[in-house]
């Protein structure tokens, strides 16, 4: 047995000789006996009583990346390895939701084992997040991730608080849960309060929920499980995560003392997550879960493309850069992307620009627009503009109407055509477009990356989720024994560093 597998999972005895501490496994009845660690397991990070209602053997969540990036494959070898995956349903149609739920449920439903689908925040049409929820309902899904949310909609409402009932020990039940990511305080109190009393009118008006689970909904929090989400790819606010998860956890107990709650939320924390070190930090924090995606992306199971992936595997912490956001372009909301090899985060604030500057094509000057078809959308704006109209006309005829009246809102659609092109083709693998590629995604992959460096998983090829989740757990446990033994004044300086190795399950 190596030594890091001895200071993990052997109780250790610490003596005292000559002034100097050491460890062993064995009682030492030569030297003074000082402290005693126990045994530790992967298994014993985060919070017990999280695993155990999530049914998980690690405290270890994989984030939800849109675009089916958080494929089932991914999510399913996530969950076989013991922890919990949510599927990327964001950008996605429902008919493509449904067969995705369809597969976890054969695969990991019939085994008793937990995932959870994405729900994102819809500005422009907040009907299809009642619509994505009804499907999840349907379809007996029991846990959601709500991303880029900015206060509590009737759709999150109606699936944390559809089914909750009363138990015979006259405790409420909820047989759905939300997972709230928050990077704002005032988002993770929105989802930490009972929900508003006019949306649950609402609701029961409606025929949404009964009046019954109306009544119980206004004594619980809409979320019990908020991930403080930091620095991540994708839409994010670029927050450091250790002052964020610090101000979501007061937040938290603030609320709890406020509505005087039976439970305590799970508090998790996502974003700059990719090395032992950085999940060992999270849980000193106090963090019940991990959350990890950026690092999940160069994954083998992931559903993005090869080329993509080998992009990713070159990714270093400096290699990032925000972007403007296709859904949220109007707004001048914006995501973090890899900016390695494409020149996708230029040209798109450079449209948001433009945007900005002009109230409709015809006033943007001919030059411009002949250098636009040019570099950035290879064909003429008139014909973009015919593929935007037939896609609309189809999903949403609404942004049509608005166009009509509103030539600046055309421009936006226009420009938005490139910003969701430039994301649908590195999951392509679009060798014609590579320069365009947007990848979402955020520094812990290129800390991992350094970690797994001639390793076997400094190759993309070898990154299973399954080798990569396990590896960092140890690694993790690794490294807080190590911490461990220097709190207790043992010199750690000669112990060598964990490497990524194969481990089985």
């Known amino acids: ?33 000082t402290g005693l660690l126990p045994s530790l397991y992967p298994e014993f990070l985060g919070s017990k009583s999280f695993k155990s209602k999530n049914r998980i053997r690690f405290a270890y969540v994989s984030g939800a990346m849109a675009r089916g990036i958080a494929s089932e494959k991914l999510v399913i070898e996530v969950a076989r390895h013991g922890g919990m995956g949510f599927f990327g349903s964001a950008g996605l149609s429902l008919q493509r939701i449904e067969k995705a739920i369809d597969i976890l449920n054969a695969e990991l439903g019939s085994k008793n084992l937990s995932f959870g689908v994405n729900l994102i925040r819809n500005l422009k049409d907040p009907n299809a997040e009642m619509k994505q929820v009804s499907l999840f309902l349907h379809k007996g899904v029991k846990n959601i991730e709500a991303a880029a949310f900015t206060e509590v909609t009737p759709a999150v409402i109606y699936f944390a608080f559809k089914g909750i009932y009363v138990n015979s020990q006259n405790q409420i039940v909820r047989p759905n849960q939300v997972f709230a990511k928050v990077s704002h305080e005032a988002v993770a109190t929105s989802f930490l309060s009972p929900p508003d009393q006019l949306l649950l009118n609402n609701l029961v008006q409606q025929g949404y929920l009964t009046i019954q689970e109306a009544f119980l909904a206004a004594k619980i929090p809409v979320s019990e499980n908020i991930i403080a989400e930091a620095d991540s790819g994708g839409h994010t606010d670029n927050r450091p995560a250790f002052a964020l998860f610090s101000v979501i956890k007061y937040t938290a107990k603030k609320i709890v003392k406020k509505y005087n709650y039976s439970n305590f939320p799970f508090v998790g924390l996502a974003g700059g997550l ?7 930090a999270a849980f000193e924090l106090g963090a019940d879960f991990v959350v990890l995606g950026s690092v999940h992306q160069s994954c083998i199971e992931s559903g993005t493309s090869g080329m993509a992936k080998k992009i990713l595997e070159k990714a270093q912490i400096s290699d990032y850069t ?7 372009f109007e707004e001048g909301v914006r995501v973090q992307v890899l900016k390695r090899g494409t020149l996708m985060p230029m040209r798109g604030n450079r449209l948001y620009e433009l945007y900005k500057q002009y109230d409709s094509l015809e006033a943007i ?30 999903n949403e005829p609404t942004q049509l109407d608005e166009a009509i009246k509103n030539p600046k809102h055309k421009l936006a659609l226009i420009f938005r055509w490139y910003l969701g092109k430039s994301n649908q083709w590195p999951l392509e693998g679009n060798t014609e477009r590579k320069l365009d590629f947007q990848i979402w995604s955020g520094p812990a992959l290129g800390a991992f990356n350094a970690w797994a460096k001639d390793t076997f998983l400094d190759k993309v090829e070898n990154r299973a989720v399954g080798q990569v989740m396990l590896n960092l757990l140890e690694g993790t446990a690794y490294c807080k024994r190590i911490q461990q033994l220097r709190s207790f004044g043992v010199s750690i300086e000669n112990i060598s560093e964990y490497t990524p190795r194969l481990l089985q399950l």
């Open 1 to 33: 047995m190596n030594i890091m597998s001895e200071m993990l999972r052997k109780a250790h005895y610490l003596y005292e000789k000559d002034s100097h501490i050491f460890f062993d496994t064995k009682n030492n009845i030569n030297n003074r006996f």
């Open 274 to 280: 990719g090395t032992p070190e950085g999940l060992c």
């Open 322 to 328: 925000m972007t403007a956001a296709a859904d949220m």
């Open 365 to 394: 000057p001919q030059s411009i627009k002949n250098d636009l078809e040019k570099q950035i959308f290879k064909v003429p704006l008139e014909q973009i503009w015919e593929q935007t109209h037939a896609y609309f006309k189809i």
